[in-house]
């Protein structure tokens, strides 16, 4: 799909279509009015009442079409044909708005100042020889947070429907492609966490995509910023992530990492029940101190991906500074010693807080005891 809609001349779009059956048009609830006539002249002219314009403001990638609050710009599937696109004609509610790289016109002109920033961002990251990697990462992130912001019907498609997106980054990005995530930059990949307690869902019962791919739960995500001044981190030893159809970038059937990082064993893991829209809390003990677990998803559901309190769950020092330490916590697979799954992430920053510097010694302090190890996540 990527090709189709990154060659195609003009993409035509019924923005405020909630599905096929809609077309383009809507009746117009601002109709023209008129005649009137202007100054001396015979000609006769028909107006329409100004559009309140406030709905398309919008300063960064998140703002991507949902400054039209319409129905297609909720779809996880829309937004790559709608960023692959070179020109849109989009068939709004109340009137025509066209985009291209550089600008974006509506019927009535009132936007015809702004330039279309965000479309133009996305074209400079992967075509812009001035553009570095790490700019280009930085749009790749902020692409792939509102695209996980958006509905998908089937979880299989997750893959599929960012693959165009993929493909576009590769020539820039390089390096290997793992199941949304870049093998040149994993530290900030496995960096991301569900937006909010209210977001964390039930982990889909068939496979998606290794434990560490944010393609494995459902839901809204953030990636976090990895800080430039780390004292540790870990290291990557070797990846994969087999592909399950011809489209290196869809699909995947398998996947793991391989890595040598700091490993502790977590203390006593409990779940304390919430109320009224709170789902609950789940914490984890550290030399005595007890220590909020940021699942992501509901640990408790039934099912092969519940978590007990019987079982033993480890953290994994991610990357950490003075201020800042991003820890996944991980449950070992089943009769297979030193492999493990990701079932959340504990997430202390100290740079506006002086008890979480606190937090932080106590668990730099438990790392301090062990030795680097080598272990496989999938």
């Known amino acids: 799909m990527g090709s189709v809609y990154g060659n195609a001349w003009v993409t035509i779009s019924a923005t405020c279509s909630e599905d096929s059956s809609q077309g383009l048009f809507r009746s117009n609830d601002r109709p023209f009015v008129g005649p009137f006539r202007v100054d001396e002249s015979e000609a006769e002219i028909y107006a329409r009442r100004k559009i309140e314009h406030r709905v398309f403001e919008g300063h960064d990638h998140s703002s991507i079409e949902k400054r039209r609050e319409t129905p297609l710009s909720s779809r996880a599937w829309t937004l790559q044909e709608h960023l692959l696109a070179s020109r849109v004609i989009q068939f709004a509610q109340h009137e025509i708005v066209w985009e291209c790289r550089s600008k974006e016109r509506c019927f009535c002109s009132e936007n015809d100042a702004g330039d279309n920033a965000v479309k133009r961002d996305f ?154 829209f709170s789902r609950g809390t789940h914490y984890v003990n550290i030399d005595g101190k007890t220590f909020v677990l940021n699942p992501d998803y509901i640990l408790t559901a039934p099912g092969k991906h519940c978590v007990s309190p019987s079982d033993e769950l480890f953290g994994l020092l991610l990357w950490r500074n003075e201020e800042k330490l991003f820890l996944l916590v991980l449950r070992r697979v089943a009769d297979q010693p030193e492999v493990y799954e990701r079932i959340g992430h504990i997430d202390i920053d100290a740079s506006w807080s002086g008890s979480q510097k606190s937090a932080i010694r106590t668990i730099v302090g438990q790392f301090d005891k062990v030795v680097e190890r080598e272990i496989e996540i999938v």
């Open 123 to 276: 074209f400079a990251s992967v075509s812009d020889p001035a553009t570095t990697l790490e700019e280009s990462l930085d749009s790749w992130y902020d692409i792939l947070q509102n695209y996980k912001n958006r509905a998908m019907t089937k979880p299989k498609d997750w893959l599929p429907a960012f693959s165009g997106i993929a493909q576009t980054f590769q020539p820039k990005v390089g390096g290997r492609y793992l199941g949304g995530l870049w093998g040149q930059d994993l530290l900030r990949g496995l960096s991301w966490l569900p937006t909010s307690s209210s977001q964390v869902r039930n982990k889909p019962t068939h496979y998606l995509a290794p434990s560490w791919s944010w393609v494995a739960i459902d839901g809204a995500i953030l990636v976090k910023r990895v800080p430039s001044n780390l004292d540790k981190h870990a290291k990557f030893l070797e990846y994969e992530c087999a592909p399950a159809t011809k489209d290196w970038a869809g699909q995947v059937k398998s996947g793991h990492i391989t890595l040598k990082a700091y490993v502790i064993s977590l203390g006593a893991y409990f779940f304390r029940t919430g109320y009224g």
